[in-house]
């Protein structure tokens, strides 16, 4: 099953979809389930199971040209991000990281949007640097504490691709990442969550993100250094892990560009292959098997003070 | 004025203070008012004004024993914590950060309680070193985006003390602290706000935290490296700062012990008269003029896996 959530002018909702474009309002088919996606997953596995029977066979309410989509997850109670996760990514920016814990910092809820709203991209003159981060989000459905290794993916409530935009001169500017991750409208988070028995073992998918229709980043999920069971159970040490809560697994490395490749203005010096955003441009982060996550950058439209 | 969130078994609400210990009920006093202290923010001074004139002269409806206090903002849009803002603790974590630019990193709202609620010291089996962290909270009230220095006080509704408890192995487990500074129940947000008119310049006022009644740090918030202008400045450069947002200013560092002072099994080795929090102590943090916190210590009462 795959589960957006929107809004329209007089609702705020979920949607189950049909197909790749249009979807079944729950507040039509099941009325009495609860309306946002964080609650339904906090009624558990029982009103996910009610949503599949709900739906079944019923006709599309709405396509996604109809409605805003939201992050897929609006509200939750925490966005953990994974730094450093995939060894290509590891060598092209020369950083270190310990083998033996996860790299772990945080995102806001309102850094994000949902598939094919606008992200923003810095005036030149607060920043120059924003960059793409294809990852995989992996959103909780049981809550926990403690959780072994072996139990972990029976935490979790499904999956969604993550666009983990991020501001690079502002997360240099000393040594927590604070607001270079934090950016307004920076990241996106969809297009829908396809819960876990559809998806199956992440290792086995492939994420890619695109720039403009052209590769910019290609991988195997099979390449993380940690794994969803072992961040799952790192995080559940200190932390009860809650319906809705999101993990972001970390970015893969820059594909290396084609020979005779003659790098433009917004391309990085440091890294071969990797192209900053910049408005006009449309970003796409692919999961296979999961679907794509599509967002055109637009300048941030605020008034500098 | 002095506001604080509560709960009780059949509603949450807001107080404003009438002494130390009792508050009236704005459920009672003025039911019209919005039931959050981030949605009574949201709705601008006016508001705030009201407040001051429906409670004017009522008596109390509550004691402190009679509720349970929340964290001041129960679910702020943001947390952003500041690390290494005042040089005692620069000097005494040997540690080095930018002159230039704050170190930012967040918290989330999950990982506080309010006063009197007891902080969750970690298992020892997960972590032995829980350190309390004196610091002043500021909350927004104005929202902004690119707001310059001079105009930074005018966004801000009020202050709050903060103990902003720290897992030092998680912290250190990896560049980002992640969730070394987000262990569930580990920091603590109150006794109120008290609103910026009656709170004054923050430089004028003092953090002190006590262990056990010992004083463990004392510091004049003059000795912060970045002001809470410039870092409401900094952070809305690219996030639009929302009514309800804390900014945690960083901790002063340890008071030296006095001569012939006896190290114990709690005591760090590494910063003289830091001494970490155990169960069964009491951690208060207070601000002249504002107030003091106050937490007990107990074990983390989550089981083991």
Chains 1, 2 share one sequence.
Not at 214 to 222: F, P
Not at 246 to 262: D, E, H, K, N, S
């Amino acid at each position: 099953m795959r589960l957006v959530s929107y809004h329209t002018r007089d609702h705020a909702g979920i949607g189950a979809m049909v197909d790749e474009w249009r979807f079944v309002s729950l507040a039509r088919a099941a009325p009495d389930l609860p309306a946002s996606l964080k609650d339904l997953l906090e009624a558990g596995p029982d009103a996910l199971a009610e949503v599949a029977a709900a739906v079944k066979g019923r006709a599309p309410d709405f396509r996604f040209d109809q409605v805003t989509l939201d992050p897929v997850i609006p509200d939750p109670h925490a966005i953990w991000a994974l730094a450093l996760n995939f060894k290509m990514h590891i060598e092209e920016t020369q950083l270190t990281t310990s083998a033996e814990y996860p790299q772990i910092f945080m995102r806001m809820p309102c850094s994000q949007v949902g598939h094919l709203e606008p992200l923003w991209c810095p005036d030149p003159r607060v920043a120059e640097t924003f960059d793409y981060e294809g990852e995989l989000a992996v959103v909780i459905g049981t809550p926990g504490r403690h959780i072994a290794p072996g139990d972990a993916l029976a935490h979790v409530a499904g999956y969604a691709c993550y666009n983990e935009g991020s501001v690079r001169e502002f997360q240099g500017h000393n040594r927590q990442f604070g607001l270079g991750k934090n950016f307004e409208r920076s990241g996106s988070f969809g297009p829908w969550l396809m819960t876990a028995d559809e998806f199956g073992a992440p290792p086995r998918h492939t994420v890619v993100t695109r720039l403009n229709g052209v590769e910019k980043q290609h991988s195997s999920l099979e390449d993380m250094l940690f794994s969803v069971e072992q961040v799952i159970h790192y995080l559940s040490t200190g932390y009860l892990l809650r319906a809705g809560d999101v993990i972001v697994m970390g970015t893969p490395g820059a594909l290396r560009p084609p020979a005779g490749y003659q790098p433009g203005p917004y391309d990085s010096k440091r890294v071969p292959g990797r192209t900053r955003m910049k408005p006009g441009d449309l970003c796409e982060v692919e999961i296979t098997g999961l679907g794509t996550l599509r967002n055109p950058i637009i300048a941030d439209p605020t008034r500098l003070g």
